[in-house]
């Protein structure tokens, strides 16, 4: 198989559900960083091509709402934040923090259901990261998409009433 070859049938094969890279390298019996330079490719020629904490996805066009939350809570109540969006019906895409040295960092996350949620806290577990708000004492905002605008509203109401959303500053607005 060439590399033209291999990359059509990579792109063919993703979908809404996460690919790692590993499984990839395995299915077509090249190396790991050979699957991470194929998809670096991928992505700059399809923008719907990204990268989640799980794997490749390939995201279909929706016609969802999305709104940006500012959130502050510790890591421990990171999987009760987590689900809230979860139940109510959104679908954390990014999270992102506004470092004062390193600017804007966004992470791809695309976490839909309860077991996305378990499966995140779990990476965690099994490594000495953190999550990515401990450099900024808590703060970060999550990009929820919804379907209707409803919903990210009682998203909103309920990281309100659980004391997680952040009032944004002047220069945020």
């Not at 590399?3 to 395995?26: D, H, M, S, V, Y």
């Not at 490749?56 to 016609?63: D, G, L, M, W």
């Not at 969802?64 to 959130?71: D, G, I, P, Q």
């Not at 976490?111 to 004492?137: G, P």
Request: glycine share 6%; with cysteine; charged share 25%.
């Amino acid at each position: 198989m060439t590399t033209a070859e291999r990359r059509e049938a990579i792109l063919a094969q993703l979908g809404r559900k996460p690919i790692a890279a590993r499984t990839l390298a395995a299915k077509y019996g090249v190396s790991r960083q050979v699957i991470v330079q194929d998809l670096a490719v991928l992505r700059a020629a399809h923008p719907n091509v990204i990268s989640t904490a799980r794997g490749y996805v390939r995201q279909q066009a929706e016609s969802a709402c999305t709104r940006e939350f500012k959130v502050r809570h510790t890591p421990a109540q990171t999987g009760l934040e987590l689900n809230l969006i979860v139940d109510c019906g959104g679908r954390v895409c990014s999270t992102s923090i506004s470092h004062r040295v390193y600017g804007r960092i966004t992470v791809e996350l695309d976490i839909r259901s309860r077991q996305d949620v378990l499966e995140f806290l779990q990476a965690f577990e099994d490594s000495a990261s953190t999550v990515l708000s401990t450099a900024t004492d808590g703060y970060h905002y999550h990009l929820v998409e919804a379907a209707t605008p409803e919903r990210l509203d009682l998203i909103e109401k309920e990281l309100q009433e659980h004391g997680f959303l952040a009032p944004l500053q002047p220069w945020e607005k």
